[in-house]
C-alpha cells in the first residue's frame, strides 16, 4: 500500500512570498489532515477535511492561510503571503475516516523555510 | 482546553534499562489517548493506543484518569528504541489529534 504523498520534501522563500504544498493521501482514506510542526513543538492540526468538505479549520489562520481538497482527493495548502513565523515542517495525514479508533498515516512533511 | 504535557525533552537510559516516557493530559471530556513515534529519517507513525491496551515492540501504556497520565513503559530498552515519541490527546468524534512537545529517547550502549 502506497504511503501519503508530499511535494516539494523542501522549500525555502523569502517573507512576503507565497508557496503551496500538495499532498495525496493514500488510496481510499476519506479524511485529510494538514498540520504545522514548529522546530521543537509537537504538530498542530491547521485544517481537517472529510471527504472535500472541511471538519475543522478552527487554528488555520485564515488570512495567510488557505487549503482545499478537491474532488475529495489530493489536497493542496497555500500561504500568502508567508511570515517569518511560517518556517516550519507541514504535515499531510490520512485515515480512512474520522474517529479515533481510525489510524493516521502521515507523511514525510515539507520543511518550509522563510527568510 | 484540552492540552498534553511531556516534562522531558530528552530521556537518556543505557540498554536493557527500563523506560518511561511520561505524558500528562488536561481535558474535560472521555479522552483518547495514544503514543506516536518518528524514528530517523522516518515518518511519524502509531505506537500504540489506549482502547487496545497492547503491547507493541514491547511498550505499554496505562491510562491512569486519576492523575490523568499515560505513561509509555517499556521494561527492557533496546538500541532501535532510539527516536522521537509524541503523546497525543484525541478530542471529540473528529479525530482532532493535539500533541505533546515529544521527547526524545536516546539508548545507549
Known amino acids: 500500500e502506497a504511503g501519503v504523498a508530499q511535494s516539494p520534501r523542501y522549500k525555502i522563500i523569502e517573507k512576503r512570498q507565497s508557496v503551496a504544498f500538495w499532498c495525496n493521501p493514500i488510496s481510499g482514506h476519506a479524511t485529510l489532515y494538514w498540520y504545522q510542526q514548529i522546530l521543537g513543538q509537537g504538530p498542530k492540526l491547521l485544517i481537517q477535511?472529510?471527504?472535500?468538505?472541511?471538519?475543522?479549520d478552527s487554528q488555520l489562520p485564515k488570512d495567510r492561510f488557505s487549503a482545499e481538497r478537491l474532488k475529495g482527493v489530493d489536497s493542496t495548502l497555500k500561504i500568502q503571503p508567508a511570515k517569518l513565523e511560517d518556517s516550519a515542517v507541514y504535515l499531510c495525514?490520512?485515515?480512512?475516516?474520522?474517529?479515533?479508533?481510525?489510524?493516521?498515516?502521515f507523511g514525510p512533511g515539507t520543511r518550509l523555510t522563510v527568510t | 482546553a484540552q492540552r498534553v504535557t511531556q516534562p522531558e525533552k530528552l530521556l537518556s537510559v543505557f540498554k536493557g534499562a527500563p523506560v518511561e516516557l511520561k505524558c500528562n493530559y488536561s481535558y474535560s471530556g472521555s479522552p483518547e489517548l495514544f503514543w506516536y513515534v518518528q524514528y530517523s529519517r522516518q515518518r511519524l507513525q502509531l505506537l500504540l493506543r489506549h482502547i487496545s491496551r497492547e503491547s507493541i515492540k514491547g511498550f505499554t501504556a496505562d491510562l491512569n484518569k486519576g492523575e490523568t497520565s499515560f505513561h509509555l513503559k517499556k521494561p527492557f530498552a533496546q538500541e532501535e528504541d532510539s527516536a522521537m515519541y509524541y503523546c497525543a490527546l484525541n478530542t471529540g468524534t473528529a479525530s482532532k489529534l493535539t500533541f505533546g512537545t515529544g521527547t526524545r529517547l536516546q539508548v545507549t550502549l
Open positions: 477535511f472529510q471527504n472535500n468538505g472541511v471538519v475543522d
Open positions: 495525514a490520512s485515515s480512512l475516516l474520522a474517529g479515533g479508533v481510525y489510524e493516521q498515516y
